[in-house]
């Protein structure tokens, strides 16, 4: 009997595969045959225990040299439990394992499965117990019932065993028994990679690969089937994103030239400092794509506080003046507000065209700006709505309100799409549809990306970077408060903002909570924004004027508290991560995060970049309650020993999933990217970007190779996507 690729799962392995199917929700034989194992064990040997943590993973292939079995009292039933103690020996050394049973049955059926002399394969958490490592209840695979059998199983066994990632109820033991039965019925292995791009990069056939990743003999196949089958997904990724940007530059667009004596002009001549050398480049970059008659679809990455929005704003006077409509999109109302005041202050009188001002006297050049968002009232909400129509707001700032299908513009020109990785390809979708030709797009993240990371997740963007920062900002210093060994250090940090609040200054204090959530199942008790205002206001910041702000307050709330943060009406505002991104209060110089810990450092690094905005120097302490040896608190220290963005970036990518920094959950389910990471695999990045670019300008429709055909069009019509778009 032979299967192909596509076969249904469930014709090859009956009830087991059933169960896989539900587990997994693979469907086909290919599905399965793409589960790549995650480690391998080498028979009979252990691992370097001395460099292993507790908690960490460890199996291995050994004898059974010795198994007894004891019984105890359980606490929670009081009943009789049993317990059995079993020594394997590895060739390299023996491991203890304990095995808990609470039933008479099974701790008999145990006790005869674990006899002594039995070999056997176990994997389990490390757990370090009275002076000695062990494993607790490992899953385990017995070979043979009697020595001669044993011998001969453990003959048999291959150098390098895999160990796949486990899914729900079913056990790595299933699944290499299943994908076994797989490989020795499957006949027609597709081919991704055209042969040229084969052959260039001395790759083995997909077949040859998929047999060496699931069964090497040893760590030579190994790594050709890993380097093969990792090329294969950078590859058809970067295929996915070729054909994209191949896509985008067929597409028309309206352009939008420089125009002398303008708003933008205007609007330059005024600005009360000058440019860095930074805002110029990305500046002219950005306004030769704006004339050009293909829509502009560029990223635009940048340190906290390095100009971006300055950058936006040009760009978006350029289209003005051209007689089109800027929109920009902003992620919560706080940031929409934040921006439209911004704005608004920046441009002075250029920002009452229309209006009574412009009558009486104002710049002849002016626009109009709009906010849009959902809590606004009817009327101010159909004035806003009437003005970008009618096109007589040229800029128009707001939320996810602005993807509504009543929202129409008069002629949408450009699309500022800000912290794209809140935002669905589904939503700058909706809001770039409603321009009649496509619009120039420019989004915006102040979350430095690593190069790869860039060409992976925004690889259909070109990509801008501002790493210089505007004069005159304040140097900021960070600094770790331990309070698990250095309690009183917490009752300084209330000090350090009384301090600087007696020179004029203000403060952020950053909360994990609001208030009415349930404590954390996995720690202490957090500071809770709701609990900690008030007791601040009467207890060590007694005196001061103390506000609250988070995202459950009704948006008239949040706008007042944050008008009176910023012009200097509260000295302490309290609050979650609502203050993030994009809120800009030059006088603030002092922030103090309470829990720091449960926040991740990029995270850390965009909250610290509220204060220094001024020229005064700030202060920044991450206060944590992390052992010291723990990793929580490297991340906090390296996130005090930099500021540089893209460093902390790295770090923080390094210490997450690789699943979770393309937007997408690797739980041992289907992903796009198995093998390659997108932080250290930048060599096949980069080569598989210019051999997908230069394959498809020789194939535009792939047809060449209907298996790369195939497999691209799973990739951009599935749901795995959804990790090139929302990033």
Request: charged share 25%.
């Amino acid at each position: 009997m032979k299967v192909s690729w596509e076969s249904a799962l469930t014709t090859i392995g009956g009830k087991k595969a059933a169960d896989v199917v539900k587990e997994t929700g693979y469907e086909t034989v290919g599905d399965l045959l793409g589960h790549y194992p995650r480690s391998y064990v080498e028979k009979g040997r252990l691992s370097d225990l001395g460099q292993l943590q507790e908690g960490d993973m460890l199996s291995l292939v050994g004898e059974i040299v010795s198994s007894a079995q004891k019984t105890y009292q359980d606490r929670r039933t009081r009943k009789t439990a049993y317990r059995q103690e079993v020594l394997v020996k590895a060739e390299d050394g023996t491991l203890r394992m304990t095995f808990f049973d609470r039933a008479h049955h099974t701790a008999r059926w145990r006790a005869e499965q674990l006899a002594a002399g039995k070999i056997g394969m176990f994997s389990g958490k490390l757990k370090w117990f009275n002076g000695h490592w062990e494993l607790n209840n490992p899953n385990s695979r017995m070979y043979g019932d009697d020595a001669d059998d044993a011998a001969d199983a453990f003959a048999k066994m291959p150098e390098l065993i895999p160990i796949y990632p486990v899914t729900g109820k079913v056990d790595s033991w299933q699944l290499e028994e299943l994908i076994g039965l797989a490989l020795e019925l499957v006949d027609d292995i597709p081919d991704t990679l055209p042969a040229a791009v084969r052959a260039e990069r001395e790759l083995l056939s997909a077949d040859q690969a998929l047999r060496w990743i699931h069964r090497p003999d040893n760590h030579g196949e190994l790594g050709a089937a890993r380097k093969r089958l990792k090329y294969d997904e950078a590859f058809t990724t970067q295929m996915v994103l070729a054909r994209r940007r191949a896509n985008h530059r067929a597409e028309p667009a309206v352009p939008r030239p420089l125009r002398t004596d303008g708003i933008l002009d205007a609007f330059d001549t005024r600005l009360p400092f000058t440019l860095t050398a930074g805002q110029e480049r990305v500046g002219d970059e950005v306004a030769d794509e704006l004339a050009s008659d293909h829509p502009m679809h560029r990223l635009l990455q940048g340190e906290v506080g390095s100009g971006k929005t300055l950058v936006a704003l040009r760009a978006m006077l350029q289209v003005v003046d051209a007689g089109g409509q800027a929109a920009l999109l902003a992620p919560t109302e706080v940031l929409a507000q934040q921006h439209f005041r911004s704005m608004a202050s920046m441009l002075g009188d250029l920002a009452e065209g229309g209006t009574l001002g412009s009558l009486l006297g104002g710049a002849e050049q002016a626009t109009r700006l709009a906010l849009l968002t959902g809590s606004m009232s009817t009327a101010a909400r159909r004035q806003a709505m009437l003005d970008a129509a009618s096109g007589e707001a040229g800029i128009v700032i707001g939320t996810h309100a602005l993807l509504e299908e009543k929202v129409q513009f008069f002629d949408l020109g450009l699309v500022v799409v800000d912290e794209q990785h809140r935002f669905g390809v589904e939503q700058r979708a909706a809001l770039t549809g409603k321009a009649g030709t496509p619009p120039h797009v420019l989004v915006m993240t102040a979350t430095p990306i690593p190069r790869t990371v860039a060409m992976t997740v925004f690889g259909d963007l070109d990509t801008s970077t501002l790493s210089e920062l505007p004069a005159g900002r304040g140097e900021v210093q960070t600094s770790v408060v331990p309070v698990q060994v250095q309690p009183a250090w917490l009752d300084r940090a209330w000090s350090r903002i009384r301090e600087e609040v007696a020179q004029g200054r203000q403060a952020y204090v950053v909360c994990a909570r609001i208030g009415d959530e349930p404590p954390p199942e996995d720690g202490p008790d957090l500071f809770a924004v709701e609990d900690l205002a008030p007791d601040l206001a009467s207890g060590p910041l007694a005196g001061l004027r103390v506000e609250m702000l988070h995202g459950r307050m009704t948006p008239e709330d949040k706008d007042r508290v944050m008008q009176s943060f910023a012009s200097g009406l509260v000295d302490v505002l309290v609050s979650t991560t609502v203050i993030e991104v994009g809120v800009d209060v030059p006088n603030s110089t002092v922030m103090v995060i309470l829990d720091a810990e449960r926040f991740g450092v990029s995270q850390l690094h965009q909250l610290r970049g509220r204060i220094g905005r001024g020229g005064h120097s700030g202060l920044c302490l991450l206060v944590t309650s992390a052992a010291p040896d723990s990793p929580s608190m490297e991340r906090l220290t390296a996130v005090a020993g930099t500021r540089d963005g893209f460093e902390l970036s790295r770090i923080d990518l390094e210490q997450r999933r690789e699943g979770n920094v393309l937007g997408v959950e690797q739980s041992g389910r289907r992903s796009a990217l198995r093998l390659l990471s997108v932080l250290t695999d930048e060599d096949v990045i980069v080569a598989a970007r210019e051999a997908a670019t230069a394959y498809l300008a020789s194939d535009p429709d792939l047809d060449g190779t209907p298996a790369l055909k195939r497999a691209v069009e799973i990739l951009e019509f599935s749901e795995r996507a959804e990790f090139l778009d929302k990033g």
